[in-house]
Nanobody
Framework: QVQQVESGGGLAQPGGSLRLSCAAS??????LGWFRRAPGKEREFVASINWNGDSPYYADSVKGRFTISRENAKNTVYLQMNSLKPEDTAVYYCNLVLGTSTPFGSWGQGTQVTVSS
């Protein structure tokens, strides 16, 4: 079982950047990923990465703008978000990933990202 604490969210202007962090404990040698839930919408997949840091996989909506990475020595996975758009506004969560984009662990509290001018 993995427990995770997300941080790094905040307010950014369109075109700006934010870097999210997820401190995980437990079975951290698993694939991890980021998900988000926008107001009034279902939670959706954003990005995932293998335990050894290779094979990053992205949703089409963030490809080329977001970068996922991990630092196993710190049991932390990151999401660098550039060229932010208002539609990126959501609560962002990290979780274990089955396959390329299916979450299967418990959810943390998430971190709020708001993109607005």
């Amino acid at each position: 079982q993995v427990q995770q604490v997300e941080s790094g969210g905040g307010l950014a202007q369109p075109g700006g950047s934010l870097r999210l962090s997820c401190a995980a404990s437990g079975r951290t040698f698993s694939k991890l990923g980021w998900f988000r839930r926008a107001p009034g919408k279902e939670r959706e997949f954003v990005a995932s990465i293998n335990w050894n840091g290779d094979s990053p996989y992205y949703a089409d909506s963030v490809k080329g703008r977001f970068t996922i990475s991990r630092e196993n020595a710190k049991n932390t996975v990151y999401l660098q978000m550039n060229s932010l758009k208002p539609e990126d506004t959501a609560v962002y969560y990290c979780n274990l990933v089955l396959g390329t984009s299916t979450p299967f662990g418990s959810w943390g509290q998430g971190t709020q990202v708001t993109v607005s001018s």
